[in-house]
């Protein structure tokens, strides 16, 4: 029942910046919690960065923190993944990730319900 859909990404060349968004819908309205993942075809799916359902609390993976800013619209949706600075090692697909819990890890695909199919990012010179 919950639709999780990325945007946004696309070629770029080192050192440029790039938006994602992700919108979700479903049951609980705009009350999902929202992580940002890439994955390299054949690696796991690493977590980038985790939104809570207002908005106000932020986390992120320790290569990206000086780089990426996740944010969402005061609606709640879309959530937004700025991305600055990219590296060629950011390259990857990015999934969008959806929850409906407000209480528990973030940080792993485990802990969340509804995924979007992807988008790539593909940073090279």
């Known amino acids: 029942q919950v639709q999780v859909e990325e945007a946004g990404g696309r070629w770029a060349q080192p050192g440029e910046s790039l938006k994602l968004s992700c919108t979700v819908s479903?049951?609980?309205?705009?009350?999902?919690?929202v992580g940002w993942f890439r994955q390299i075809p054949g690696a796991e799916r690493q977590f980038v960065a985790a939104?809570?359902?207002?908005?106000?609390?932020?986390s992120y993976a320790e290569s990206v923190k000086a780089r990426f800013a996740i944010s969402r619209a005061k609606g709640g949706f879309p959530v937004y993944l700025q991305m600055n600075g990219l590296q060629v090692e950011d390259s990857a697909i990015y999934y969008c990730?959806?929850?409906?819990?407000?209480?528990?890890?973030?940080?792993?695909?485990?802990?969340?319900?509804?995924w979007g199919r992807g988008t790539q990012v593909t940073v090279s010179p």
């Open positions: 479903g049951p609980s309205g705009t009350t999902y919690a």
């Open positions: 939104v809570s359902f207002t908005g106000q609390m932020t």
């Open positions: 990730a959806a929850r409906s819990r407000g209480i528990g890890t973030f940080d792993r695909p485990s802990d969340y319900e509804s």
